[in-house]
């Protein structure tokens, strides 16, 4: 990172280290946080299984699923071959019901707002944060942890994103993002691989050539055509020889074999929003119990946005009730201002609405962000009353505040875990 200082004769890998975290079988994850019934169950989440419906491909498929074959981009009528719809099996006495599965259609606005709150937690616990897709990030956590507790941090990492959000992720610690993600990748689901400075060679000498990142299907093919098998084979290769088949590709993916990867973990682009969000043991009707935890998170995330010298135009909260209804409310405010006594009073006031209901999940947003040398905007005029500005467009589930690598900054309907 620019402005890190590092002492003399130590190199930059040895010391950096990159968490990457990846969320397992994400969307059926949040199917089954709406669905609790669904836990242990074979689920598929995908489009085109609908009567009439005749096209389409499984988004992703839980590890209950994939038992029967059922992959991720794999068409849905291979996937009803493998693994028939439960409603089907039970009208149909030619399809067992015990060996059938349950199907969702594919609903990002939903997944996204889970994603937020997850990325709420990693933007907590690291300085930089770099999401590559809606439901994976790199974290640069070299000043927040050391190596002798980086396995520590991790494990609570993880258990904060299990407890708070409700979904499970993999997480991998290395000391450059390659080899991170692989270790991610090495023991899911709910797995936890470190692999400390001078580890990473003989971490990645084993695995099969297709663990190395880049190298996908058609690449492996090509290098087991060439008698490379493993990582170990292709650290060991002649690099021209790579090169002269794959271009530079060949030796970037020669040097990943390597566990030497000098790239930095850099967020693409400013934050969209800064949230927290707090689960209660048990819903809650009590407004004052409800009251004080919108007062604690509003005064976290103002912080965050202090020391992160942000102002924002948006203040909001969100409510989830039992079973899983997300409500969300915000208020414009009439320019960009740094306010946190504001940010408590608008989130109370919002609450108020919601008084009345119990209560399984509060959070409260700061949003419309901007991070310029900008004058705060003058509230006069502006009351904070329930006469002011309000929007109820359900603005946390529609920002998203995730990133992609695409560059057309389209988000993948795949998801991978």
Not at 113 to 133: G, H, M, P, T
Not at 206 to 222: C, D, Q
Not at 229 to 239: F, I, K, N, Q, R
Request: hydrophobic fraction near 40%; aromatic fraction near 6%.
């Amino acid at each position: 990172m620019a402005g890190r200082t590092r002492l003399p004769g130590v190199e930059r890998e040895s010391e950096q280290v990159v968490c990457h975290v990846d969320m397992d079988c994400f969307y059926a994850a949040c199917e089954r946080l709406r669905e609790p019934a669904l836990a242990d169950e074979p689920v598929v989440v995908g489009m085109g299984y609908e009567h009439g419906e005749t096209h389409g491909a499984v988004a992703t498929a839980s590890y209950e699923a994939r038992e029967y074959g059922v992959e991720s981009a794999q068409a849905i009528s291979r996937a009803l071959e493998l693994l028939p719809r439960k409603v089907d099996a039970a009208d149909d006495p030619d399809l067992d019901v015990e060996s059938a599965g349950f199907y969702r259609p594919v609903d990002m606005e939903f997944y996204e707002s889970v994603s937020r709150e997850v990325r709420a937690i990693l933007d907590d616990r690291a300085d930089v944060v770099r999401a590559v897709s809606i439901d994976e990030a790199y974290l640069d956590v070299t000043d927040r942890t050391t190596w002798d507790e980086a396995r520590s941090f991790a494990s609570d990492l993880k258990r904060r994103i299990g407890e708070e959000v409700g979904v499970t992720a993999s997480v991998g610690v290395a000391p450059n993002m390659s080899a991170a993600k692989i270790a991610s990748d090495h023991d899911k689901p709910d797995g936890l691989v470190v692999v400390e400075p001078g580890e990473v060679r003989e971490f990645l000498a084993p695995l099969p050539v297709e663990a190395v990142h880049h190298v996908g299907p058609v690449t492996a093919r090509t290098l087991r055509e060439m008698g490379i098998g493993t990582a170990g084979d292709l650290a060991a290769a002649d690099p021209d020889r790579i090169a002269a088949e794959f271009g530079e590709r060949g030796r970037t993916i020669w040097r990943f074999a390597r566990g030497e990867d000098t790239r930095e973990v850099t967020p693409v682009g400013e934050p969209k929003s800064l949230s927290r969000e707090s689960a209660f043991a048990e819903a809650t009707a009590v407004p004052e119990r409800k009251r004080d935890r919108v007062r604690a998170l509003a005064d976290s995330v103002a912080d965050r946005a202090a020391s992160r010298d942000a102002l924002y135009r948006t203040i909001g909260i969100k409510v989830v009730t039992p079973p899983f209804d997300v409500h969300t409310r915000a208020r414009s405010l009439p320019g960009p201002v740094e306010d946190p006594d504001l940010v408590e009073e608008v989130a109370l006031d919002l609450l108020g609405e919601f008084d009345d209901d119990a209560v399984r999940k509060l959070g409260v947003r700061v949003s419309n962000l901007s991070f310029a040398d900008a004058e705060q905007a003058s509230l006069d005029g502006w009351e904070g009353g329930p006469d002011g500005p309000e929007v109820t467009l359900d603005e946390w589930a529609r920002e998203s505040e995730q990133s992609t690598d695409d560059p057309r900054g389209q988000t993948s309907l795949t998801d991978f875990g």
